[in-house]
């Protein structure tokens, strides 16, 4: 090859590069800019597709009842989401702004007042004493008692703070999550082309399997966990506002955050439990006492019937999804963060299984027909 021949094709060469990397350099850009411009609804919109995926047999079964009327269908339930989890979440989430606040301006004010602990509390477990002996003091000098414990109160408190502050904007965010979900199920068959679509892109013939797979593991995870985790934590809000506990949505945001990590809401309610038999009437008492104890055991009826057959996903990924996305995006985050994790973890295990372990239904891998895994809706 001659020098001219050799120089000429490193022009070539360099000139084809060069125009390869503005071209990635631009698209590059323009996928940034997009991604910045609709960062703040990618949460929300996440949490729409989330719940229209939840919701969609109901709405089926509700669009026959209608005779197919898909947009009045989507409409009702829309109306019948927003009355049973914002109505609920807008008296939690005031009680929780006026208790953050009420509890700051009397720890300021020096007028908080602790009553004496009951001597039965020395006789508890592991922790009888030490708490005995924190709380008789906190009776008698509550700024010393604070005092050996500011670091632990500081960081609470910013929590306690953050969580109040956010509470308007999560509800927010619910409301226009509801309201993207409504509009997707009145576009249901267009987003379930459009999703198969996708998995055909992404996987070629695993694609529908997939498809599959994420359906049911959303549905799965936000009925069977997420649902009743929010009902869970309603509920006993509820009952916190009837018997008229202080913060009754603090505590109903603690027992949420609490039920969707898998610790349950018993750590919450059996101390407000206490609380109650020693501020109440004996009835009041008693009717709180069974109410809290039908709360507590009713994720053990729910699970069953609403997490399905055949989507397994461990505890601990449940558990980083929830606390990883309300650190990150607050309230609703913590909805959105255990099914996305859950949902990755079960896509991890179909690429590394070829499609064939999480298939719905099928508890051990088998012979790889990825265009016929569709398994059953959960």
Known sequence: MSTSEQLSGDQVFMSRAVEATIRIGLLVMLATWCFQI???FIVPVFWGVIIAVAVYPAYRKLEAVLNGRRGLSATLVTLMLLIVLVVPSVMLADTLV???QGLADEVQSGTLKVPPPPESVRTWPFIGEPLQAFWQTASQNLASALGSVAPQLKAFGGWLLSAAA???LGILQFVVAIIIAGVLL???AAGDRAAQAIGR????DQGAGFVEVAEATVRSVARGILGVALIQSLLAGIGFLVVGVPGAGLWALVALLLSVIQIGIIPIVLPIVIYVFYTADTVTA????????VVSALD???KPILLGRGVKVPMVVIFVGAIGGFITSGIIGLFVGAVILALGYKLFLAWLYGGEEPIPGQSEPGPTKPAQATGGRA
């Open 38 to 40: 609709v960062q703040p």
């Open 98 to 100: 006026s208790g953050v």
């Open 166 to 168: 956010g509470a308007g």
């Open 186 to 188: 009145a576009q249901a």
């Open 201 to 204: 892109r992404l996987a070629g």
């Open 286 to 293: 008693v009717v709180f006492l069974v109410w809290s104890i």
């Open 300 to 302: 053990n009826v729910l």
